[in-house]
């Protein structure tokens, strides 16, 4: 079974920290994936990575980061957290970019205030 | 940039009742079509995918969809559904050429036992 884990399931930070959100997959997929998920517009593409140091900008990439050092494991960044960015953060991880199915982590739920 | 569209935001029905949630995309050419669920408190998982062929699919737990180019619909259809197939629907798309998928806003369904 593939298995995509995230490092934490809630998250509490103040506005203007730094947070770091951890993704880790176990079957050596090329690509992995960070969306936010919220209530009535689905999920949408912050940043994918199709190899170790590569990355791509989704569809909404402003406020955010990403670093992909090892291949197994792909980090979400906010720079300077903002109360907008109160959501759910989900991670995935595919074989192929796009046309392959996508498996992904149970979610961190986080809470800017 | 492609769209798509779930005009079905919540939708409660009773256990046996029929179900068709609808999904329309806005790309022209040659997609690939998923439907991904989200049952409460788990991942988003796979229900269902189309790539190309017969353009009925089916997929887990007696769900099945299908495709009509001529009206760029996915539609996903259940004869009886039950309890336990409340969940969130999300319906997505890749247009086969690129990297990413395009998630729909979702469809909250609840069926009452």
């Known amino acids: 079974d593939v298995k995509v884990t995230q490092s934490s399931r809630y998250l509490v930070k103040r506005t203007g920290e730094k947070v770091f959100l951890e993704c880790v997959q176990d079957m050596d997929h090329e690509n992995m994936f960070w969306y936010r998920q919220d209530p009535g517009l689905g999920l949408r593409l912050i940043y994918f990575s199709y190899d170790v140091k590569m990355k791509e900008k989704g569809d909404i990439p402003e406020g955010y980061s990403v670093s992909r050092e090892k291949k197994e494991r792909f980090s979400l960044i906010l720079e300077s957290a903002s109360t907008n960015q109160t959501s759910m953060y989900l991670c995935?991880?595919?074989?192929?970019?796009?046309?392959?199915?996508?498996?992904f982590g149970p979610g961190t739920r986080l809470l800017v205030l | 940039a492609q769209s798509v569209s779930q005009h079905n935001h919540h939708v409660i029905l009773s256990e046996a009742a029929s179900l068709e949630l609808g999904c329309n995309y806005s790309?022209?050419?040659?997609?690939?079509l998923f439907w991904y669920v989200q049952y409460p408190g788990q991942h988003l998982q796979l229900l269902l995918k189309y790539f190309s062929g017969d353009p009925l699919v089916k997929g887990i737990k007696g769900f099945e969809a299908e495709f009509i180019k001529s009206k760029f619909s996915f539609n996903l259809r259940k004869p009886s559904v039950q309890w336990s197939d409340t969940a969130e629907y999300f319906c997505a798309v890749n247009n086969n050429a690129g990297n990413m998928l395009t998630f729909g806003g979702g469809t909250r369904l609840m069926v009452k036992p």
């Open positions: 790309y022209g050419g040659t997609v690939n």
């Open positions: 995935a991880s595919s074989l192929t970019p796009g046309g392959e199915t996508q498996y």
